[in-house]
């Protein structure tokens, strides 16, 4: 429980703003759980929804996040547009701060997946910054 909590409070984000940036697909949800700030950190834990077929856009966060997939598969892909990581329900999530770690996560599954995810950002940092895509051939 502890752990699902944690990587909940990291977890993708599904804000887009930049241009060119590369929005989330269709029904993609997040939900903020909870957030607190302490030591200079904003700790918020959200609960994202990625239907079939979708992708949370292209993106970078400013903080490290964790997160637990508690349901469905996700396959998570970087800036070479290589898959990084297959995360399947039960797996753990652990994404690098900053610019230089640009990724998209994406549902090639059939059913939804649900990720319970806690985000460590310096305080006022936005959950995620988004990206243009880096030249890969799907989104």
């Known amino acids: 429980m502890i752990l699902a909590c944690v990587a909940a409070v990291l977890g993708l984000s599904l804000v887009g703003s930049a241009a060119e940036a590369t929005p989330p697909g269709p029904g993609v949800t997040g939900t903020i759980l ?4 302490v030591g200079g950190r904003d700790l ?5 929804h990625l239907p079939a077929g979708q992708a949370t856009g292209w993106h970078f966060h400013d903080g490290n996040l964790y997160a637990v997939v508690r349901k469905g598969t996700l396959s998570h892909f970087d800036s070479t547009c290589n898959p990084d990581a297959v995360y399947r329900t039960g797996s753990f999530i652990f994404e690098r701060a900053g610019a230089g770690h640009v990724h998209i996560g994406r549902n090639l599954g059939r ?15 936005p959950l995620a910054e988004d990206a243009p ?3 890969c051939p799907f989104q």
């Not at 909870?34 to 700030?37: E, L, R």
């Not at 918020?44 to 994202?48: G, H, Q």
């Open 34 to 37: 909870w957030q607190k700030t």
């Open 44 to 48: 918020v834990f959200r609960e994202i």
């Open 111 to 125: 059913t939804e997946v649900v990720l319970d995810v806690l985000y460590v950002l310096p305080h006022g940092a």
């Open 133 to 135: 895509n880096p030249g």
